[in-house]
């Protein structure tokens, strides 16, 4: 399918019409790659299903977006090797060097922010580290390495506590 713009038609610039081309392009390429014999999203439903196997983990630290971004890249090849195909965008064997990629900057992450356990005992590596302490749905997140933007003054300060009251109406919705 080609969208083509129509001159003199005052529907929009044409390089719009030429990115949606390449954007669907790209799509049907990739989504080869990634889809099952009947599902086209079938890969975000088998790591939703995967991820719920953990529900008491908070995917929101950047540690666990390495280790989702590895897992996407498993099922992908997963995916690849039960219809016995190679893959056409990324192959098999790109996929295992990402996943490889992915775990090693998810050591690195874990070094850098969060405690590790050794034979000397905890070590805290983050406090070497310059960096922003954000509070995100209410948990403290350290970012090493960052420095103090404007659009991080309403994460700076942990939210205050919310009454039983408060949370009961927010859990029926009456309130935010």
Same mark, same amino acid.
């Given at each position: ?11 929009? &610039? ?6 949606? &081309? ?12 990634? !889809?099952? =014999?009947?599902? /086209? ?33 498993? &099922? ?6 039960? !219809? ?9 064997? =790109? ?32 406090? &070497?580290? /310059?960096?922003? =302490? ?5 948990? /403290? ?17 942990? /939210?205050?506590? !919310? ?7 927010? !859990? ?5």
């Amino acid at each position: 399918m080609t969208f083509n713009h129509v001159e003199g038609s005052g529907k929009g &610039d044409p390089m719009f019409y030429e990115l949606t &081309d390449d954007e669907i392009k790209l799509h049907d390429e990739k989504n080869q790659d990634y !889809r099952s =014999t009947s599902n /086209p999203v079938a890969n975000f439903d088998r790591v939703a299903a995967w991820m719920a196997l953990y529900p008491d983990i908070d995917w929101a630290r950047p540690e666990m977006v390495a280790i989702l971004y590895a897992q996407k890249q498993i &099922d992908s090849a997963m995916s690849l090797m039960e !219809r016995g195909v190679e893959g056409g965008v990324e192959t098999v064997d =790109t996929r295992a060097r990402d996943v490889h990629i992915y775990w090693k900057l998810f050591r690195v992450i874990r070094r850098k922010h969060v405690e590790v356990q050794s034979k000397a005992g905890p070590i805290r590596m983050a406090q &070497d580290t /310059p960096g922003v =302490t954000l509070y995100l749905k209410g948990k /403290p997140i350290y970012m090493a390495g960052w420095e103090m933007q404007p659009w991080m003054i309403p994460f700076l300060k942990p /939210p205050k506590p !919310r009454s039983l009251w408060q949370r009961f109406l927010a !859990r029926i919705g009456l309130e935010g």
